[in-house]
């Protein structure tokens, strides 16, 4: 069967869909990142994938699953959940043919089918069912649940309509109050599989910088007459960030919308629906005019409402008050002439003809270029050797991926630090793979065997002479590069193998706690053979070292203060930077994340000819240019204190004076920009402390308060760090073979190690996995090392996942109990 794919749901070759059929799991590898994520923040949907994976199980062709479980489900569904609330407000036949067909072939619902966005669309399908049967509190719970495994995003929407249902309907309010309470209660037991690791581990978040006001802003695509028009900004090519014109041929759609509230003013049910066209017409603009800014508000306050950093996710509501709205004014129309059904049943065809007319990229058209990756595929399938794929820039709809050879994007490797400090600028990120002399260890030792180059796709990608011939310039430069063993040509799709990559573990022959920056990347050291775990990363990793006898201190342009200070406990930490905006406050102070790196350095080297790799503690950066100050609160700490600043040293400072619990001034002129550690001051009961700056730009990264003695262990413990010299390394090379059990259980086996030693295990690092109990540091700032004795077997697990058992067990025992009253309340009125 023809493949069919789209961005955000990319082709599952048979081994991969297969993958699926499965337990939950709390850590996995993802389509976009191989070296795989923490789950529950997603695992919510795991029944929905459970039946793709059944699909691959029993043969069936993943075209076919797609069709048959998501684009098929979504137009079925959505026709008739709302011709079932139609019918409920007494609308005629030809009254709810229209209200179907709007809200089953809007923009909106034909944008997240064609980008592949399934679940979505089917629970945007199933809420009018929801409301349907709101009275009917068994079937309203089950409608909810199966929402919930959709998409868990949607019961927010679900909340915004019940509670105004409720507000209008307040003589009822006991019944919808008891009825929320128990669906809530259903609800938390149904998803106990993902809420109880989460609830005894990490509890989900969302990734790093979504939680900021900026990205309101950024992805506030539609304006106010996009939302007025019904009209998918996106509408009809379906690329992220290209906006369209709202199309003149759909003001007729508004006018029907509002016409029931002139032509039925006393109706409740118009009172209500139209309530929520106008609320969801001002929440789909999100940041834009009017009002710009009470959407970034709502989003930084209102608990949930992160969820819709992409606020176009509030069409839901608009389609479905437009589709009931018209559906009301289509049985008052109707009556004055009895052609206008067949007129609004043209125009609304008429509405969607760019659909009709293959102007879409995703499901809705044929993929480009398929025998080219489906050779791909079956060259890759032949290949039964482990190691990862790199798709660039990012994985196509058909790129091949399976648990044998996972894939990442490029743009993924772009979100871990080593990679991110390769970048030259700030136009070409992806230049990190050419320009970083170290880019191919760092593949290597993240088990990265190809390179995949996706083919220009001629309905998404610019077409311009230049960036045609820059992608094949590229291509050519990253296949003459020392690590790049083999290029093959599939058409315009190119696959580069490496020299060398390792297995998942493998065992360094040295390992290194580095005091400093990670620019130790650009010397001559061999990664593969040198564990680096650099402990300014966060606060907390060099407090490990005593349990990696085999490491030794490396100080890379820092001092002894630096390194004592790296052993404060995370606690004592204080970063001026949380209390600070993006933007300059009535302070002048800013800030910048550690997840700002490459913008951060592209700034100090634009502005002011500046550079530095230093870390942040992950605790960001505050930024003073001029002169300004600003007042921090210091931590208690129960009596003789000393009171300690790391701050940015560089050509262009000037001094920063502290004053109040503690006094100094400090020059912050030098001949390179790098991050030190400096004694403020020792005080008795420290409450707050004044950092006021003079010169072009000076840098605080943090403060810390500890009690006098503790500060004198942490030196004298410096002292011995530094002067420590580790036992010989193993004579000879170690041994390894392993057993996946599952992505989150492994069992490996160790041989011909005659040292302590670090087990390297090449996944992206997370301190829930656990090696005997113990927890890993994090290696080269991206993946996980262990310090193992010697020789031995070693059980890998990943801590979160045994909960997953006990929360399936109550997942399970919720919906059979669900079931049984629920037959039972059946059985009893019938």
């Given at each position: 069967?023809?493949?069919?794919?789209?961005?955000?749901?990319?082709?599952?070759?048979?081994?991969?869909?297969?993958?699926?059929?499965?337990?939950?799991?709390?850590?996995?590898?993802?389509?976009?990142?191989?070296?795989?994520?923490?789950?529950?923040?997603?695992?919510?949907?795991?029944?929905?994938?459970?039946?793709?994976?059944?699909?691959?199980?029993?043969?069936?062709?993943?075209?076919?699953?797609?069709?048959?479980?998501?684009?098929?489900?979504?137009?079925?569904?959505?026709?008739?959940?709302?011709?079932?609330?139609?019918?409920?407000?007494?609308?005629?036949?030809?009254?709810?043919?229209?209200?179907?067909?709007?809200?089953?072939?809007?923009?909106?619902?034909?944008?997240?089918?064609?980008?592949?966005?399934?679940?979505?669309?089917?629970?945007?399908?199933?809420?009018?069912?929801?409301?349907?049967?709101?009275?009917?509190?068994?079937?309203?719970?089950?409608?909810?649940?199966?929402?919930?495994?959709?998409?868990?995003?949607?019961?927010?929407?679900?909340?915004?309509?019940?509670?105004?249902?409720?507000?209008?309907?307040?003589?009822?309010?006991?019944?919808?109050?008891?009825?929320?309470?128990?669906?809530?209660?259903?609800?938390?037991?149904?998803?106990?599989?993902?809420?109880?690791?989460?609830?005894?581990?990490?509890?989900?978040?969302?990734?790093?910088?979504?939680?900021?006001?900026?990205?309101?802003?950024?992805?506030?695509?539609?304006?106010?007459?996009?939302?007025?028009?019904?009209?998918?900004?996106?509408?009809?090519?379906?690329?992220?960030?290209?906006?369209?014109?709202?199309?003149?041929?759909?003001?007729?759609?508004?006018?029907?919308?509002?016409?029931?509230?002139?032509?039925?003013?006393?109706?409740?049910?118009?009172?209500?629906?139209?309530?929520?066209?106008?609320?969801?017409?001002?929440?789909?603009?999100?940041?834009?005019?009017?009002?710009?800014?009470?959407?970034?508000?709502?989003?930084?306050?209102?608990?949930?409402?992160?969820?819709?950093?992409?606020?176009?996710?509030?069409?839901?509501?608009?389609?479905?008050?437009?589709?009931?709205?018209?559906?009301?004014?289509?049985?008052?129309?109707?009556?004055?002439?009895?052609?206008?059904?067949?007129?609004?049943?043209?125009?609304?065809?008429?509405?969607?003809?760019?659909?009709?007319?293959?102007?879409?990229?995703?499901?809705?058209?044929?993929?480009?270029?398929?025998?080219?990756?489906?050779?791909?595929?079956?060259?890759?399938?032949?290949?039964?050797?482990?190691?990862?794929?790199?798709?660039?820039?990012?994985?196509?709809?058909?790129?091949?991926?399976?648990?044998?050879?996972?894939?990442?994007?490029?743009?993924?490797?772009?979100?871990?630090?080593?990679?991110?400090?390769?970048?030259?600028?700030?136009?070409?990120?992806?230049?990190?793979?050419?320009?970083?002399?170290?880019?191919?260890?760092?593949?290597?030792?993240?088990?990265?065997?190809?390179?995949?180059?996706?083919?220009?796709?001629?309905?998404?990608?610019?077409?311009?002479?230049?960036?045609?011939?820059?992608?094949?310039?590229?291509?050519?430069?990253?296949?003459?590069?020392?690590?790049?063993?083999?290029?093959?040509?599939?058409?315009?799709?190119?696959?580069?193998?490496?020299?060398?990559?390792?297995?998942?573990?493998?065992?360094?022959?040295?390992?290194?706690?580095?005091?400093?920056?990670?620019?130790?990347?650009?010397?001559?050291?061999?990664?593969?053979?040198?564990?680096?775990?650099?402990?300014?990363?966060?606060?907390?990793?060099?407090?490990?070292?005593?349990?990696?006898?085999?490491?030794?201190?490396?100080?890379?342009?820092?001092?002894?203060?630096?390194?004592?200070?790296?052993?404060?406990?995370?606690?004592?930490?204080?970063?001026?930077?949380?209390?600070?905006?993006?933007?300059?406050?009535?302070?002048?102070?800013?800030?910048?994340?550690?997840?700002?790196?490459?913008?951060?350095?592209?700034?100090?080297?634009?502005?002011?000819?500046?550079?530095?790799?230093?870390?942040?503690?992950?605790?960001?950066?505050?930024?003073?240019?001029?002169?300004?100050?600003?007042?921090?609160?210091?931590?208690?700490?129960?009596?003789?204190?000393?009171?300690?600043?790391?701050?940015?040293?560089?050509?262009?400072?000037?001094?920063?004076?502290?004053?109040?619990?503690?006094?100094?001034?400090?020059?912050?002129?030098?001949?390179?920009?790098?991050?030190?550690?400096?004694?403020?001051?020792?005080?008795?009961?420290?409450?707050?402390?004044?950092?006021?700056?003079?010169?072009?730009?000076?840098?605080?990264?943090?403060?810390?308060?500890?009690?006098?003695?503790?500060?004198?262990?942490?030196?004298?413990?410096?002292?011995?760090?530094?002067?420590?010299?580790?036992?010989?390394?193993?004579?000879?090379?170690?041994?390894i073979s392993y057993v996946k059990h599952n992505p989150t259980s492994y069992t490996v086996n160790v041989k011909k190690l005659s040292a302590p030693a670090t087990l390297a295990f090449s996944q992206n690092y997370d301190s829930f996995w656990r090696l005997d109990n113990k927890a890993p540091v994090p290696l080269y700032s991206f993946i996980n090392g262990f310090s193992i004795p010697g020789s031995g077997e070693y059980i890998i697990s990943f801590s979160p996942q045994r909960y997953v058992l006990p929360g399936l067990i109550i997942s399970s025992l919720t919906l059979i109990t669900f079931s049984v009253i629920s037959f039972l309340s059946w059985k009893r009125v019938h």
């Amino acid at each position: 069967m023809f493949p069919i794919a789209a961005h955000d749901f990319p082709y599952l070759f048979p081994a991969l869909a297969a993958s699926n059929f499965s337990l939950p799991y709390t850590w996995s590898p993802a389509s976009h990142d191989a070296l795989g994520v923490f789950t529950t923040s997603t695992l919510w949907d795991w029944p929905y994938g459970l039946l793709y994976g059944l699909g691959a199980k029993i043969g069936l062709d993943f075209t076919l699953s797609i069709f048959l479980l998501g684009i098929l489900p979504a137009f079925i569904i959505s026709w008739f959940a709302m011709g079932k609330l139609l019918k409920s407000y007494s609308l005629s036949t030809s009254a709810r043919l229209i209200g179907q067909s709007l809200f089953a072939t809007n923009t909106f619902i034909l944008m997240l089918i064609d980008g592949g966005q399934l679940s979505l669309a089917i629970a945007y399908s199933l809420i009018p069912l929801a409301i349907y049967y709101i009275s009917a509190r068994s079937r309203f719970i089950l409608v909810t649940l199966t929402i919930s495994f959709l998409d868990i995003r949607f019961l927010y929407l679900l909340v915004i309509l019940a509670s105004f249902h409720t507000i209008l309907n307040l003589r009822q309010f006991k019944y919808y109050l008891i009825t929320g309470l128990i669906t809530g209660l259903v609800l938390v037991g149904a998803h106990s599989y993902w809420m109880l690791p989460s609830l005894f581990t990490k509890a989900p978040s969302l990734p790093t910088g979504y939680t900021r006001q900026s990205q309101v802003s950024s992805l506030s695509f539609a304006s106010l007459t996009h939302a007025i028009f019904l009209i998918q900004p996106h509408w009809p090519k379906n690329i992220f960030g290209h906006i369209s014109s709202p199309s003149p041929y759909f003001f007729l759609l508004p006018i029907l919308a509002f016409l029931p509230l002139v032509v039925f003013p006393r109706n409740n049910r118009i009172f209500y629906w139209t309530g929520i066209a106008l609320l969801s017409l001002f929440l789909v603009k999100g940041s834009q005019p009017p009002f710009p800014q009470v959407y970034p508000w709502l989003f930084s306050h209102i608990p949930g409402f992160s969820l819709f950093r992409d606020p176009v996710k509030f069409f839901t509501l608009l389609a479905l008050s437009y589709s009931v709205l018209i559906a009301f004014s289509s049985q008052y129309l109707f009556q004055k002439n009895r052609l206008l059904p067949g007129l609004i049943v043209i125009y609304l065809l008429f509405l969607i003809t760019p659909i009709l007319r293959g102007q879409a990229t995703g499901l809705f058209s044929k993929v480009r270029n398929p025998d080219s990756y489906l050779q791909l595929a079956r060259f890759l399938e032949s290949d039964p050797n482990p190691g990862g794929i790199v798709w660039i820039p990012s994985k196509p709809p058909l790129g091949y991926s399976s648990p044998t050879h996972p894939s990442t994007d490029a743009l993924t490797l772009l979100n871990k630090r080593p990679f991110s400090t390769g970048v030259v600028g700030s136009y070409d990120l992806l230049n990190f793979l050419r320009e970083a002399s170290y880019s191919g260890q760092l593949l290597d030792i993240a088990s990265v065997k190809y390179l995949g180059f996706a083919a220009i796709d001629p309905l998404r990608d610019s077409l311009k002479p230049q960036d045609v011939k820059y992608r094949q310039v590229f291509t050519n430069q990253l296949s003459r590069l020392p690590w790049v063993k083999s290029r093959l040509d599939f058409g315009p799709v190119t696959l580069l193998e490496t020299k060398t990559h390792q297995n998942l573990f493998f065992v360094p022959a040295s390992t290194s706690f580095i005091i400093g920056s990670d620019d130790i990347y650009q010397s001559d050291i061999d990664l593969t053979k040198t564990a680096l775990v650099f402990a300014e990363e966060k606060p907390g990793i060099l407090s490990q070292i005593s349990q990696f006898p085999q490491s030794k201190l490396l100080l890379n342009r820092k001092r002894q203060i630096d390194v004592a200070a790296a052993l404060i406990s995370p606690k004592d930490f204080i970063f001026p930077a949380q209390q600070l905006n993006f933007d300059p406050d009535h302070t002048g102070w800013w800030k910048r994340e550690t997840s700002d790196l490459i913008s951060w350095r592209d700034f100090l080297q634009q502005k002011y000819s500046l550079d530095n790799l230093d870390f942040d503690f992950g605790g960001g950066w505050a930024v003073s240019e001029g002169n300004n100050s600003l007042t921090v609160n210091l931590n208690s700490c129960g009596g003789d204190c000393v009171v300690l600043a790391r701050f940015m040293v560089s050509p262009q400072g000037g001094k920063i004076e502290f004053s109040g619990s503690a006094q100094k001034t400090i020059a912050t002129t030098s001949d390179r920009a790098e991050f030190l550690w400096f004694e403020i001051g020792q005080v008795s009961s420290p409450t707050s402390i004044t950092i006021a700056t003079e010169g072009h730009i000076n840098v605080v990264n943090a403060l810390a308060v500890i009690p006098i003695s503790l500060w004198q262990q942490f030196q004298s413990q410096a002292d011995r760090l530094i002067n420590y010299l580790p036992p010989p390394p193993s004579s000879t090379q170690p041994e390894i073979s392993y057993v996946k059990h599952n992505p989150t259980s492994y069992t490996v086996n160790v041989k011909k190690l005659s040292a302590p030693a670090t087990l390297a295990f090449s996944q992206n690092y997370d301190s829930f996995w656990r090696l005997d109990n113990k927890a890993p540091v994090p290696l080269y700032s991206f993946i996980n090392g262990f310090s193992i004795p010697g020789s031995g077997e070693y059980i890998i697990s990943f801590s979160p996942q045994r909960y997953v058992l006990p929360g399936l067990i109550i997942s399970s025992l919720t919906l059979i109990t669900f079931s049984v009253i629920s037959f039972l309340s059946w059985k009893r009125v019938h």
